[in-house]
């Protein structure tokens, strides 16, 4: 499997936990995975290049630190795999 499907795979999982409805977009070199919360709208670039070795960590800390901003519950335990 390659890894921006790897990376994708658990961003959809974070935010469908958290009770989000994500929506993806694929049409350029970066996967674009939005989301509305309230009346903001929250955008996550996934790079398509397996190059980047630490390309999932930095998925996950973005991830992260945007669910945190908005108030998301359980951030850090349901993150921290």
Partial sequence: MNQHHA????????LKAHGFVPIVANGSKHMKIR???GNRT???VVSRSPSDR????????I???ILRR???????????T
């Fill in 7 to 14: 990376i994708m795979r658990e961003t959809l999982e974070i």
């Fill in 42 to 44: 929250f955008t996550v």
């Fill in 70 to 80: 908005s108030g998301a519950e359980n951030t850090e335990q349901r993150l921290s």
């Fill in 35 to 37: 989301w509305v919360d």
């Fill in 54 to 61: 630490n390309a999932e960590h930095k998925a996950r800390s």
């Fill in 63 to 65: 991830l992260k630190r």
